[in-house]
């Protein structure tokens, strides 16, 4: 999938400024920002709900807004199945084989009896986390190859969490699909996504292999007798201040700033394990960042 400079204006308002990446197949995808930066409507235009204002998205060299017959490659979950509630899992079933011609039916109960769900005359009657599971294993019977969740794990059970999450995975290297994630859960991201892309007020603030994105900074813990000096803290990702010990993130191998710091003489220094949330807080953490 290319997605090619897509644009999107609502009632005149920028939503989403010039998005520009490609998705190879096998690839899961996180895509994370604060609430509001746009990562739903991302989302919806991927999918060809929402019609970019500019730009366009390609599956094998084709505009899926000319070609419409290539959306059945793609299949967004929504965060609420709202819409869906007053029909039954036999009315979704036929509706789902109608839009989706590889729709697998054996699959999906093989998927439901794993996961201990019944047929029900209304998803709206099936608990939040079974509602949940439900249209996450409906997608993948659909056979699409692109599978676009939008906070997939809201109100999953730890368990049901794992497995679902396994499920994933297994899915992702099994058929070569690929997998766009929008997730708060950043501790669950890092577990299965090889690439994130930081969406900030719209546009594309940053995108990383994951490993790659590690390997850039490092997250280390230092205290000082006093304050720490002004100088390096206007240097400094300071993620987190507790007493006199400050948690922060500096460039891996900036030379000159690991002297600084060791100039300025700290109680004590120690490298810690660096999670994608200290790099979210560092890149979108500002007041007013949305
Ligand atoms: N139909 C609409 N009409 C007006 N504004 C909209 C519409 N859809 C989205 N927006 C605005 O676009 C911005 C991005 O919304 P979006 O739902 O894509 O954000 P998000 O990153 O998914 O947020 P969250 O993490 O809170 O779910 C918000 O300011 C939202 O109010």
């Known amino acids: 999938m ?5 644009s999107k204006h609502i009632h005149h308002k ?5 998005i520009d990446f490609s998705v190879e197949p096998g690839s899961i995808i996180g895509i994370v920002g604060r609430n509001g930066s746009g990562k739903t409507t991302l989302l919806r235009s991927l999918a060809g709900i929402l019609t970019p204002t500019r730009g366009s998205v390609y599956i094998d060299g084709l505009d899926i807004f000319k070609h419409p017959e290539i959306k059945k490659q793609i299949i967004f979950v929504p965060d609420s199945t709202e819409a869906l509630k007053n029909y039954s899992t036999k009315e979704l079933i036929y509706l789902y084989k109608n839009i989706y011609p590889e729709f697998d039916t054996s699959y999906l109960f093989s998927l439901m009896k794993r996961f201990k769900l019944s047929q029900i005359s209304k998803i709206g009657n099936y608990s939040k986390g079974q509602k949940a599971l439900f249209t996450l294993i409906t997608a993948f019977a659909t056979g699409a190859s692109y599978i676009l969740l939008d906070e997939p794990t809201d109100g999953l059970d730890v368990i049901v969490k794992k497995q679902v999450l ?5 899915e992702v290297s099994d058929r070569r699909l690929a997998v766009l994630i ?9 577990f299965m996504v090889n690439e994130v892309i930081f969406i900030k007020k719209g546009k594309v603030d940053s995108h990383y292999e994951l490993d790659t994105m590690k390997n850039q900074y490092k997250k280390i813990q230092l205290a000082f007798a006093g304050k720490m000096p002004e100088t390096l803290e206007n240097e400094l990702e300071v993620l987190d201040k507790t007493g006199k010990v400050y948690t922060v993130l500096i460039p891996r191998g900036s030379r000159p700033l690991e002297e600084k710091i060791s100039d300025s003489r700290p109680l004590f220094y120690e490298e810690l394990p660096m999670s994608l949330e200290d790099y979210f807080v560092a890149k979108l953490g500002g007041p007013d960042d949305v």
């Open 14 to 18: 920028p939503i989403l400024v010039d």
């Open 182 to 190: 929008s997730s708060h859960r950043l501790d669950e991201l890092e």
């Open 2 to 6: 290319r997605v090619q400079h897509i």
């Open 166 to 170: 396994q499920l994933l995975v297994e």
